[in-house]
């Protein structure tokens, strides 16, 4: 990194401590829940703005002797043109976001940061790569810091652009030892003054792992290039991880594990350091260390710094070998991190990975990650059971294990039929085989507990279409005036008139009609992941996610945060949808916790 302030030798004798370290702690067992499932992992490459062309300054000139070698093509940092070439070719590369240079300070630097986050492609990122080194030094202590940060959250978090990671934007902190005093008591105070609650993720670069206290997780922009063994680094942080949240409550810690294709300074400080490329192979190493042990995010060091030629952008000494080679390993990366069989992610990732990148507002499909993977008893899977994925929303399962691996069938993946096992009390062990459970005393939308006003799943099973009973007319184009008791009995609430709410499609297969919220919900277009490209689409075949309405839409009162509110509410043969009018427009019509619910029941936790 430019203007480094820790020298390359001591940076060195850290890391040969740490690793030592690492070797030993990589060697421990760690209970599995401590890493549990998660939305599957993105990537952020380190971004560099002090490229300069233009009047007297030309970088590239004036600074080649300082550089092993420059890119493809020279540019102008400032070229609104360049800043947009570079998020799309990193985009197409599997990259999420950038971690752009941010000094708290106005500028050049700040200009350009701004301009990124402005014109960030769909489904591309902009982080703050926080450099307490680069700050003006009246700011290098805990109140500059303070005011820094939250001049950040309050300038720029609020964009749509601005990297998030399980919908909490990410800042990325480099030299945190650039404030005097006490390291830890100093970042402990900014934290309690910014974040106290670890609404954000803060990523410190540092080899002390201590700093899992304060920071939610903890990257090596310079240990991972000096290790000659990067799987046993990254597996002894993930290690620090797992051994953290397995004896500390509060927010999980995150796992990142730090890529470079190598380094060499050597003419820009002496004596200076060096680890060889070896033609993209140190790359893949560290590429292939990281898929192995599955981390939350990875960071790349880096996109374009050519004074430490750590650079990945295309180079004039090796063309896009290493957009190339990021290509490749962000797919496997992407498709190993936490959802299994490869399918289950493709189904995920179709709908729920532009929520989870910030290209949409929408609420969630199946939910921000994996809760849980189980082998389940079925009767008619190969050997008498199935693996299946437990999402917020729903379960998915394998249609036919064992079968013919038909990925590009649309119900290869299924999700089971859960709310009628939860209203019925018949947990499905086959294709027609069951074990009675009982009906489900959960309720079927808002808050799980101190909510009785909000029917649960066994009172909804009584207007449910559970066995050809409870078949509605065609009452295409009435108002929804319906309602329905905490206890299940039903009623009519003329108020609800001024809602304006339409049964506006009838359904003749199961005999019932669908709201017009539902209806709008399930026919919608936008972002959606598909062949590796965001592109806009038919969100979902509502027929696949939902199947058949088996209830009339009723409107009910329900705790939602402890606050009770109208909610509409519609049963599913594969989910439950509600409608809160007084929600934020994107949040209005969601799915309901069908998969939780249904863990609940079966599993009791």
């Not at 069938?409 to 209203?423: A, S, W």
Request: zero cysteines; hydrophobic letters at 35%.
């Amino acid at each position: 990194m430019l203007k480094n302030v820790l020298s390359t030798r001591s940076r060195l004798v850290m890391v040969v401590l740490l690793l030592g370290t690492l070797f030993l702690a990589a060697g421990q067992s760690l209970p599995a829940q401590a890493y549990g499932g998660r939305t599957p992992g993105a990537v952020a490459a380190f971004y560099y703005p002090w490229y300069d062309v233009g009047g007297n300054i030309n970088t590239w000139r004036q600074d080649a002797g300082k550089m092993t070698t420059q890119p493809a093509t020279l540019y102008n940092g400032g070229d609104g043109n360049v800043m947009r070439n570079q998020m799309n070719q990193a985009r197409q590369a599997g990259i999420d976001a950038f971690a752009v240079t941010y000094n708290a300070a106005p500028g050049t630097w700040a200009d350009r940061f701004k301009y990124m986050l402005d014109s960030a492609p769909t489904g591309f990122g902009i982080a703050a790569h926080f450099e307490v080194s680069l700050m003006r030094d009246q700011d290098k202590n805990v109140g500059g810091v303070v005011n820094a940060l939250n001049a950040l959250k309050n300038n720029y978090m609020n964009s749509p652009h601005y990297f998030r990671y399980q919908g909490r934007p990410v800042v990325y902190f480099w030299w945190p030892q650039g404030i005097p005093g006490d390291i830890k008591g100093n970042w402990a105070n900014i934290r309690n003054q910014v974040d106290p609650n670890h609404e954000m993720i803060w990523s410190v670069d540092t080899t002390d792992q201590s700093m899992l206290d304060i920071f939610d997780t903890v990257h090596y922009f310079s240990g991972a290039k000096w290790a000659d063994n990067p799987q046993g680094s990254f597996q002894g942080l993930k290690n620090a991880v797992n051994s953290w949240n397995a004896s500390h409550g509060g927010p999980r810690r995150l796992a990142t594990a730090s890529v470079t294709p190598g380094y060499d300074d050597r003419k820009f400080r002496s004596p200076g350091e060096f680890r060889d490329r070896a033609g993209g192979n140190y790359y893949r190493t560290s590429w292939d260390a990281a898929i192995n042990v599955q981390p939350d995010l990875v960071t790349i060091s880096t996109w374009n710094e050519w004074y430490e030629t750590s650079a990945i952008e295309p180079g004039r000494d090796w063309g896009n070998l290493y957009l190339d080679i990021t290509k490749d390993k962000t797919n496997v990366f992407k498709g190993a991190s936490g959802l299994g069989d490869a399918s289950i992610l493709k189904t995920w990732s179709r709908t729920d990975l532009p929520v989870a990148r910030q290209a949409t507002d929408r609420s969630w499909m199946w939910g921000p990650g994996l809760n849980d993977q189980r082998r389940e008893p079925y009767a008619d899977s190969p050997g008498g059971q199935r693996t299946v994925y437990y999402f917020d929303k729903s379960r998915m399962e394998i249609n036919r294990p064992g079968g013919p691996p038909d990925v590009n069938d649309l119900f290869y993946v299924t999700n089971g039929l859960l709310p009628i096992e939860l209203m019925s009390g018949q947990m499905k062990t086959g294709d027609n085989k069951t074990e009675n459970k009982g009906p489900a005393q959960i309720p079927v939308a808002g808050d799980p507990q101190n909510n009785p006003n909000t029917p649960t799943y066994a009172a909804f099973g009584k207007v449910s279409t559970l066995n050809g009973n409870n078949r509605a007319g065609d009452r295409t184009g009435q108002l929804v005036l319906d309602t329905l008791s905490g206890s299940g009995q039903t009623g009519r609430n003329d108020g609800y008139t001024g809602r304006n709410v339409k049964m506006v499609q009838f359904i003749n297969e199961s005999g019932h009609n669908i709201a017009g919220p539902f209806w709008d919900f399930m026919n919608r277009s936008g972002p959606v992941w598909e062949d590796n490209n965001m592109h806009n689409g038919k969100v979902v075949e509502w027929l696949f996610a939902m199947g058949y309405p088996i209830s009339e839409p009723y409107w009910i009162k329900s705790k939602v945060g402890g606050v009770e509110k109208d909610v509409l509410v519609q049963a599913f043969e594969r989910r439950v949808l509600t409608y809160t009018p007084d929600n934020p427009a994107a949040f209005q019509v969601e799915m309901g916790n069908v998969g939780s619910h249904y863990h609940l029941w079966r599993y009791g936790n």
